[in-house]
């Protein structure tokens, strides 16, 4: 798998993030011995027989994704707290990405792309 990114190896900058029993998580602060046993998703597993997610539709359509080094840590907060708050606002979505840093500063259509995949999910379901 190479989309989970590796950056800082500190947790702070959430390129690393992954999804680990239905909660988003930096995986460079997960031992080996706290993963055993658990359930994780990568951005592998967002696209279902070759089609791309909604969040990553999004994400191509908004713009929001520059050089892509952030993208597949900010999709996978992104689904994490989309899975539990389906229609979240701006701010609950800035949150929800809080610990996530963008480095080309793309916030702005991150959280349109978040909040268009709010709405296609309500549409069309799927991650
Ligand atoms: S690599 Fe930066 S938070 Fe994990
Ligand atoms: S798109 Fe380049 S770091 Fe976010």
């Known amino acids: 798998m190479t989309g989970t990114?590796?950056?800082?190896?500190?947790?702070?900058?959430?390129?690393?993030?992954?999804?680990?029993?239905?909660?988003?998580?930096?995986?460079?602060l997960v031992l080996a011995m706290q993963a055993d046993g658990s359930e994780f998703t990568t951005v592998e597993g967002l696209a279902v027989d070759g089609?791309?997610?909604?969040?990553?539709?999004?994400?191509?359509?908004?713009?929001?994704?520059?050089?892509?080094?952030?993208?597949?840590?900010?999709?996978?907060?992104?689904?994490?707290?989309?899975?539990?708050?389906?229609?979240?606002s701006r701010d609950e979505i800035r949150h929800g990405i809080a610990g996530n840093l963008c480095r080309c500063t793309g916030y702005y259509k991150i959280v349109n792309a978040i909040e268009n995949t709010a709405k296609r999910r309500c549409k069309e379901g799927g991650a």
């Not at 089609?51 to 994490?80: N, R, V, Y």
């Open 51 to 88: 089609k791309l997610s909604p969040i990553q539709e999004s994400f191509i359509d908004a713009g929001a994704i520059q050089c892509g080094f952030c993208s597949s840590g900010m999709m996978m907060s992104a689904k994490a707290m989309l899975d539990q708050n389906p229609s979240p």
């Open 5 to 28: 990114k590796q950056a800082c190896e500190l947790g702070d900058c959430g390129t690393c993030t992954v999804i680990m029993d239905g909660k988003a998580v930096n995986s460079c």
